[in-house]
């Protein structure tokens, strides 16, 4: 029992912290990546090849003023960041990222716990980040924060339901809601390649839950200043990035998991092949946000349920029709 | 068992706490907050029970879509989000019946039924067994259920699309 804690607790705190660095380096390397494709340097002065970058940004927030507006509701207020990045960390509890590797003569099995319903965790969680936008949107008592959290809780809910309908398939063909399971399940071909458009319609809707370019209306610079979060400044302000690009992680991992066979691959150690995958995701996000311009609102919804919804329930009947035909 | 019930009882007074700002609180979207935290602690109730799937469907449903969608409405009509809004009104008294009905009728049915809940059930996997059972035994229900959802999906389509011309 006391060995099952220790090896619990430091496989959390290797996961927590692996994902906070992951998150923080995410902010350089999306600057990188897009100057590079605007042609630019991006961040070069702090440390090397602006390698000191993340520090430095962390350092400056933490030692920013924090402002309350006057007129804000207080609790809500200081509540919401924490609802936004609650979530976004938790869950990677479920998240296989290799097979099991032998320490001091034990087998660790490589992920913090297999949970039977592990997909159905990782979506209800998922669904309560868009608590901390609502709550931020509305507390800070402005009316671009508002329209920033309608426009967001709109758009967060109408993919949500596609993005649910799109893992059906895998679900289907691996028999199982245990993420490990279904990493097994694609030990001979991966799911990729047997469910195209329930990928397809996945990879969508994850741009549009994360909120990220080109569906980044709930902060649209333009038409909203810069949407739920125009209050905030300082640490909470941090921490709703660090929810976003945590976010993207997650749905990275779960795409990894769910479509392209998780951490299986040929030589290389299962969790290298794992980190490359997500990180080919990763790539993925910030190439869209360099390369596409925003949507528009009526388009986005429009998008959502008129193409994604009954393409996704088109792909299930038919991956349906088809399992019970063979 | 001895490590269940202190746990049950933290769960059961996050739930009825909360529950009580739902329905006392005077900032209705306070009130809608602690509408999560009740589902949460309710949600808690069911994975202590094993019924994981239960859990985390109605986390997924009553938290991230019904309670949302709540808040939508509270935020869209400004009235309603301001502070000082009256929360009780004249049906205090035929509620209070109810709810008073309600909780007799649950005590006994507890009372009659306490050997039923005794059971402990084997859940080695209960996503399997609630699709088969829902498939088979509770077609019916099940269908009914789906009926009235496509009525309401319907409704909700009629109320909202435009009349041209």
Redesign the interface.
């Known amino acids: 029992m006391f060995e099952f804690i220790i090896i619990m607790l430091v496989k959390i705190a290797v996961v927590f912290g692996a994902l906070l660095l992951t998150v923080a380096y995410l902010t350089w390397l999306e600057r990188k990546v897009i100057g590079d494709i605007q042609v630019r340097l991006g961040p070069m002065r702090v440390g090397y090849h602006g390698l000191l970058q993340p520090i430095a940004d962390g350092l400056k927030l933490l030692f920013k003023e924090d402002i309350i507006p006057a007129e804000a ?1 207080r ?2 207020y200081l509540l919401a960041p924490l609802v936004a990045i609650i979530p976004a960390l938790i869950s990677f509890a479920v998240i296989p990222f290799g097979s099991q590797v032998k320490i001091l003569g034990r087998t660790i099995d490589l992920y913090i716990t297999d ?3 592990g997909i ?2 990782i ?6 980040g ?2 901390g936008i ?2 931020a949107g ?1 507390s800070s008592n402005n009316k671009y924060s ?1 329209l920033g ?2 426009r967001s ?2 758009q967060m ?1 109408s993919y ?1 339901l596609s993005m649910g309908l799109s893992i059906v398939g895998v679900l289907m063909m691996a028999q199982s ?1 245990s993420l490990v399971q279904i990493v097994k399940a694609q030990s001979v071909v991966w799911f990729i390649l047997l469910q195209p458009v329930g990928f397809l319609i996945y990879l969508i809707c994850a741009v549009a839950e994360t909120n990220r370019a080109p569906f980044d209306l709930p902060e649209a610079e333009t038409e909203l200043v810069a949407g739920f979060h125009v209050e905030y400044s300082s640490m909470k302000f941090a921490l709703f990035f660090l929810a976003e690009y945590a976010n993207i992680v997650t749905v990275s991992a779960l795409a990894t998991t769910l479509f392209l066979g998780g951490w299986q691959g040929p030589l290389l150690p299962p969790v290298a092949w794992f980190l490359l995958k997500v990180f080919a995701f990763i790539f993925l996000f910030v190439w869209l946000r360099a390369t596409l311009p925003r949507f528009r609102y009526d388009q986005l919804m429009g998008f959502g349920w008129k193409v994604l919804l009954p393409v996704s329930l088109a792909n299930i009947l038919v991956t349906g029709l088809i399992m019970a035909w063979r | 068992m001895s490590i269940e019930l202190p746990v049950f009882y933290f769960l059961a007074a996050i739930t009825i706490g909360a529950a009580l700002i739902v329905v006392l609180g005077r900032n209705i979207v306070h009130c809608a907050f602690s509408l999560v935290l009740a589902f949460f602690g309710v949600a808690g109730l069911y994975v202590l029970l094993d019924a994981e799937f239960l859990a985390a469907v109605q986390v997924l449903i009553y938290v991230g879509g019904i309670t949302i969608l709540l808040l939508f409405a509270i935020m869209l009509t400004s009235r309603a989000s301001g502070p000082g809004v009256r929360i009780l009104n004249e049906q205090l008294g035929l509620s209070a019946l109810i709810a008073g009905g309600l909780f007799f009728l649950l005590i006994y049915a507890l009372w009659k039924g306490i050997p039923a809940l005794a059971i402990k059930v084997p859940t080695q996997a209960n996503v399997p067994t609630i699709g088969r059972v829902l498939m088979t035994s509770y077609v019916l229900p099940f269908e009914v259920a789906s009926v009235l959802l496509l009525a309401a999906l319907v409704g909700a389509l009629i109320l909202a699309r435009k009349e041209k011309d």
């Open positions: 509701d609790t809500v949970v039977n319903i159905l965790f979506f209800a969680v998922a669904s309560l868009v608590y609502v709550l509305w508002l959290a309608m809780s709109a809910i949500e809601l």
